[in-house]
């Protein structure tokens, strides 16, 4: 059984700073490309960042120099780290594992974590 766990969301005031992180199970975890998606109310679920089996990363232009992912093969985890966040990253994050074989992909999602920057 896949299983995609977030955790680590919060309350933040603007300017702060906040980790949220994923731990996976049931799957070859270096295999997949990792992603951090977000959805706020009234809008739909956005890419922020993904990680690639070996490291190689693309962010949404909105979190550029903000916003850091990286992952633990060993611990089966990613991270999404937010520094200088503002009111408009509130949102739902949600964790994400793509696998592309042949033909076929493969997704699987967390049920998210809360993020809220408000003072």
């Known amino acids: 059984q896949v299983q995609l766990v977030e955790s680590g969301g919060g309350l933040v005031q603007p300017g702060g700073s906040l980790r949220v992180s994923c731990v996976a199970s049931g799957i070859i975890f270096r295999l997949y490309v990792m992603g951090w998606y977000r959805q706020a109310p009234g809008k739909q679920r956005e890419l922020v960042a993904t990680i690639t089996t070996d490291g190689s990363t693309n962010y949404v232009d909105s979190v550029k120099g903000r916003f850091t992912i990286s992952r633990d093969n060993a611990k089966k985890m990613v991270y999404l780290q937010m520094s200088s966040l503002k009111p408009e990253d509130t949102a739902v994050y949600y964790c994400?594992?793509?696998?592309?074989?042949?033909?076929?992909?493969?997704?699987?999602w967390g049920q998210g974590t809360q993020v809220t920057v408000s003072s």
């Open positions: 994400k594992a793509a696998l592309v074989s042949g033909i076929s992909r493969r997704d699987y």
